[in-house]
């Protein structure tokens, strides 16, 4: 089960970061193939993600031998009016040729990172992944929505006893349940599931969102939820997040017209930056569980409020009654809570109309 010690909701740790319901949102950019295999475009990345607001950049580690085999088959080759049209007619291989990241970048980003104050983690998509990854001590795993059944991936990675992030938007509720399952029986403690719309547009998928879905995988299974956005604009994960994602994903880019196998559904880092700004704002307004006045005028304010007055000129002996004892404004006097308890009662001595009706006045 995820952490729950101190805290109302399940939450899991990376890097000393907590996060669940009760923290601040984790805020991740998804770099992906978006440095175009150019490390000084990673490193950009890095920098403009940490200038944003970033919490933490992601990106993905994996070689086309792990994910898929050179074939021409058809089952291989990429179809799809909706795809993007840099992977049409490409077979798998082919597209992960030019979309994967170098490893020997992993150890000089991690660094620049650090030096950032950003988290750096990564998705592995195969056995030898994991095994690097673990060699450079990374501080959590991701599992991509594409690997969700992934048996063999999953238990790896459960292993390695660190906190795992992982998508799910494939498949019904019941393989979800499944991978949940899987990883927990193989040693995994820490969970995060990330809803996401299975589509990749360059706009906000708002009609077919249905964000309500991270409450109910909170609920049922009883981990951190998120969401993970693979379409354009800020305007969904920004809902996402004030309807209780506790993680945000989005795909990043320096310029979406450099091209890219993910330039059309990452977002720039301006918009990154004003995703964070108004994610920090929703926060803010959400505060914590809080009854009664607030704010510098509250006291003012509260005179707006009912309160018990004696109404009538009263002599010592004689009985509360609703003929000279009302409720009425301004809160200055017993709350209108105590009607029952004081009507009937006798006046201790005698009140001028106008008083504010206080226990010194009334005989016990």
Not at 15 to 43: M, P, T, W
Not at 179 to 199: D, H, K, P, W
Not at 250 to 259: Q, T, V, Y
Request: hydrophobic share 40%; charged share 25%.
């Amino acid at each position: 089960m995820n952490k729950s010690t101190n805290s109302r909701h399940p939450f899991i740790e990376i890097a000393g970061k907590k996060i669940g319901l009760d923290y601040s949102c984790f805020i991740v950019a998804e770099i992906s193939a978006n440095h175009r295999q150019k490390f000084d475009e990673a490193v950009r990345l890095i920098q403009k993600a940490a200038e944003a607001g970033a919490d933490a950049v992601k990106l993905q580690t994996a070689t086309p031998n792990l994910l898929t085999i050179n074939s021409k088959k058809p089952p291989f080759i990429i179809r799809g009016k909706n795809l993007p049209k840099i992977w049409r007619g490409k077979n798998l291989y082919q597209l992960y040729e030019v979309a994967y990241t170098p490893w020997e970048w992993y150890p000089k980003l991690a660094k620049i990172a650090q030096s950032l104050r950003v988290i750096l983690f990564s998705t592995p998509f195969g056995n030898t992944a994991v095994d690097f990854l673990q060699e450079q001590n990374v501080p959590c795993y991701k599992i991509a929505s594409y690997e969700a059944l992934d048996v063999p991936l999953l238990r790896k990675v459960a292993a390695t006893g660190k906190p795992i992030i992982i998508s799910q938007g494939f498949y019904p509720f019941k393989d979800v349940e499944f991978s949940i399952r899987t990883l927990r029986e193989a040693g995994a403690n820490e969970i995060a599931v990330l809803y996401c719309v299975t589509e990749y547009t360059n706009k906000p998928r708002v009609k077919d969102s249905n964000l309500a879905t991270m409450k109910d995988i909170a609920q049922r299974l009883g981990v951190v939820v998120g969401f993970s956005d693979n379409n354009g604009g800020v305007e969904i994960p920004t809902i996402a997040a004030f309807l209780g994602a506790s993680i945000i994903e989005k795909h990043f880019i320096l310029k979406r017209s450099l091209g890219g196998a993910d330039a059309r559904f990452s977002i720039e880092p301006d918009e990154f930056k004003a995703m964070v700004t108004a994610i920090r704002r929703a926060e803010k307004a959400k505060g914590e569980v809080h009854y009664g006045p607030s704010g510098k005028e509250a006291e003012e304010i509260k005179k707006f409020c009912r309160s018990l007055f004696v109404v009538k000129d009263v002599k010592r002996g004689e009985k509360l009654t609703p003929d000279n004892v009302r409720s009425i404004r301004p809160a200055a006097g017993l709350s209108p809570k105590f009607w029952d308890k004081v009507i009937g009662k006798r006046f201790k001595k005698k009140v001028k109309a106008g008083t504010p009706l206080s226990w010194k006045m009334i005989l016990k």
